[in-house]
């Protein structure tokens, strides 16, 4: 048995996850589920689109409509979906990997047009599911498998880049602060644009183990006793800055949605035709 | 509503962090399963439901104060 949350919003008979002890995958998946639940939204009218990796598993273990699609494209898909139902809160689970590399482009254009998806980054700084090669977003001079030297490529930030790509609602969260990123994701679910909220996983066996920074508590720990906002990031310098997580809001504007302009357009037609 | 502490030791895969962030030490990790050790401490504030990453704990609401 487990709790009502977890019995109505999840597939039991998927359960427990394959994700690793004390992945944070699974603390994100709570809090999306617990996010639909404080806002009264109908399961039904909601659509999870998914790409591959450790989180886009999401889709399968969460009982909404589901989309289990291919790498990197789960914004692509959404996308499709929204135009043809708008009506429908569409939400994509993505990895770093999925999202910033493979999907990087599908990224920036899906906020550039202020689609109204919410894209929700279950960012743990490396690929887990095939064995722990670096990813966009894990920082200079770390570990993983494809950097056995450290890491020379400088990371993305994810909520800039879709901040700078036009994305209406921004946020980070941290699989630590669970309270605190529930209302993120509850905001962005609200929010009518694109939103994207990038929250910081736990990758305890593969980014832990590869550079040394101890268990999932440890790494929780480390979480804790590290995460600032957005206006103390701002005062620090870039050294102060690295190793830091980052909690709350980038971005929250209010931009014309991309499925709402479409339907003007046909509404526009129509009516110069009659 | 009162609130009762519920585990189920099958989902849980003994990663701890219910127990290291439990403000009262109600949990402990024994033979790598989650155990409630102290339950009288537990003041219910459902901090191990919220960061358990396998849904293997949480508060149940029930009737009366058993």
Redesign the interface.
């Known amino acids: 048995?487990?709790?009502?949350?977890?019995m109505k919003y999840?597939r039991e008979e998927h359960?427990?996850?394959i994700?690793?002890?004390?992945?944070?995958?699974?603390?994100l998946m709570?809090d999306v589920a617990q996010a639909v639940k404080n806002l009264g939204i109908d399961q039904e009218k909601v659509c999870l689109v998914s790409g591959i990796g450790c989180a886009s598993r999401a889709a399968g273990y969460m009982d909404f409509q589901t989309m289990h699609t291919t790498h990197g494209r789960a914004i692509a898909f959404a996308t499709g979906v929204k135009m043809a139902r708008p009506d429908l809160e569409v939400i994509v689970i993505a990895g770093d990997g999925d999202v910033a590399a493979i999907g990087g482009n599908h990224l920036i254009h899906a906020a550039r047009r202020n689609i109204g998806i919410t894209v929700i980054v279950f960012n743990n700084d490396i690929y887990g599911m095939t064995g722990g090669q670096y990813s966009p977003t894990t920082p200079t001079g770390e570990f993983g498998t494809t950097a056995p030297y450290g890491n020379i490529d400088r990371p993305f930030d994810i909520a800039v880049l879709a901040a700078a790509a036009g994305a209406s609602y921004v946020a980070k969260g941290t699989?630590?602060h669970?309270?605190q990123t529930i209302k993120l994701i509850e905001d962005g679910l609200r929010h009518k644009g694109f939103s994207l909220i990038d929250c910081a996983g736990i990758c305890?066996t593969y980014y832990g183990r590869k550079n040394k920074k101890g268990?999932?508590?440890d790494m929780?720990?480390y979480q804790r006793d590290n995460t600032i906002t957005f206006e103390q990031a701002k005062t620090m310098s870039r050294e102060e800055r690295s190793g830091k997580f980052i909690l709350g809001k980038l971005v929250e504007d209010d931009f014309p949605e991309f499925s709402d302009e479409y339907q003007k357009i046909i509404d526009r037609l129509k009516e110069a035709k009659k | 509503m009162a609130k009762r502490l519920?585990v189920?030791a099958?989902?849980c895969?003994?990663?701890?962090?219910c127990a290291?962030?439990c403000p009262k030490k109600v949990l402990k990790i024994v033979k790598e399963k989650v155990s409630v050790v102290n339950p009288n401490d537990c003041i219910k504030c459902g901090l191990c439901?919220?960061?358990?990453?396998?849904?293997?704990i949480?508060?149940?609401e029930v009737a009366n104060e058993e």
Do not use: N, T
């Open positions: 048995m487990a709790s009502e949350l977890i999840m359960l427990p996850h994700w690793c002890p004390g992945c944070g995958h699974g603390i709570r699989a630590y669970a309270q305890a268990s999932a508590v929780m720990k | 519920v189920d099958s989902w895969k003994g990663c701890g962090i290291e962030f439901e919220l960061r358990c990453p396998d849904y293997a949480y508060l149940e």
